[in-house]
């Protein structure tokens, strides 16, 4: 291959930068031409790529967000959006594509890979860490560190002034999130999306407390809904008044952990070779400290399960 394309999709995610860097680096050193598609799959459909030098992955590393952008594209959904993006690819003479994101832009690397014989590989990109194939995604130890130290400094006003907090972290779909920071900061209970959230338990155990100072962390894809659902239905069936934090987008932002910085790295020199060695249409992850591959449709097919010890002990220890 002479060209390697690479787009970062989805949400951003803190290392993305890291495994630009890396990507850069490692196409430069055998004389591979990197080549940045900006914005994601809008990018790809309006051939709006850059030629990327040593450079531009100056100084990068540290940096969270995305120097390529990042956005979501209905448009790439049809496939007159993924026909167009292929041309595009082609004309430019691009050999191959990286594609650094979660569940929905493996879906769309799927989808090029079958419809137009695009090669390409997945590096998993995403905070959620829900990703089957890998055991952690780049992003998710930034987002669990960034969770804990909020947490932490809201236990500090829980525990001086008696208050029940109801904190709200990422994981539409999976609890990783909540359940690492949960069991990290001592949390009196923890709901999550794969697990029942008995909400009769959970005000037996605030009013365990006489002046009630609790920590609750609520992943936003719980069965119950988010914080705020959870906080009204303490209020209405059982007279808890709480109050509400919901991390949001912080969880996202800020410069990378040491560990996300060499997972990203180690991914995207990965992800090079990979496709220089004829892979296609696979993540490339990493399990037990080695390098795996995923065929990119059992990324999503397959459920990544959370630790069953974790869960005993969110349990055992609250």
């Known amino acids: 291959m002479r060209k390697i394309g690479v787009f970062t ?16 680096r490692t196409c430069l050193s055998i004389g591979v031409e990197p080549i940045g598609i900006m914005n994601g799959y809008e990018g790809m459909m309006y051939g709006d790529f850059v030629h990327l030098t040593a450079k531009d992955s100056a100084n990068i590393i540290s940096r969270g967000g995305t120097i390529l952008k990042t956005a979501r594209s209905k448009r790439f959904m049809t496939e007159e959006g993924r026909a167009q993006a292929a041309k595009n690819l082609k004309d430019a003479m691009i ?12 879906h769309g690397a799927h989808y090029l890979y079958h419809e137009h014989h695009i090669p390409i590989v997945g590096t998993p990109g995403t905070i959620d860490n829900d990703l089957y194939g890998t055991d952690y995604t780049i992003g998710y130890d930034t987002a669990i560190n960034t969770a804990a130290e909020a947490i932490d400094r809201i236990r500090d006003t829980a525990e001086s002034h ?20 949960g069991v990290a900061c001592g949390a009196k209970a923890i709901a999550v999306p794969e697990t029942h959230t008995d909400l009769a338990d959970l005000a037996g155990r605030i009013k365990e407390h006489s002046n009630r100072r609790t920590i609750i962390v609520v992943g936003e894809g719980d069965e119950l809904g988010g914080a705020g659902d ?9 007279d808890i008044d709480s109050h509400v934090t919901i991390l949001g987008h912080i969880q996202r932002g800020g410069s990378p952990t040491v560990r ?27 399990s037990n400290h080695h390098v795996s591959y995923t065929p990119l449709n059992e990324t999503w097919e397959k459920r990544k399960q959370l630790p069953p010890y974790l869960v005993e002990l969110s349990t055992l220890l609250a």
Do not use: Q
């Not at 959870?230 to 059982?238: A, D």
């Not at 997972?263 to 490339?284: F, I, P, Q, Y």
């Open 230 to 238: 959870v906080s009204r239905m303490l209020k209405e069936g059982y």
């Open 260 to 286: 996300d910085r060499v997972l990203a790295t180690r991914l995207g020199s990965v992800a090079v070779n990979a496709l220089l060695a004829g892979k296609t249409d696979v993540m490339v992850g990493e």
């Open 162 to 181: 008696g208050r029940v907090f109801i904190i709200e972290v990422m994981g539409r779909h999976a609890g990783f999130i909540a359940m690492d920071v």
């Open 95 to 106: 050999e191959g594509v990286i594609a650094c994101g979660g569940d929905g832009t493996f």
């Open 9 to 24: 999709s989805g949400g951003d995610a803190p290392g993305m930068n890291a495994h630009v860097r890396a990507v850069i």
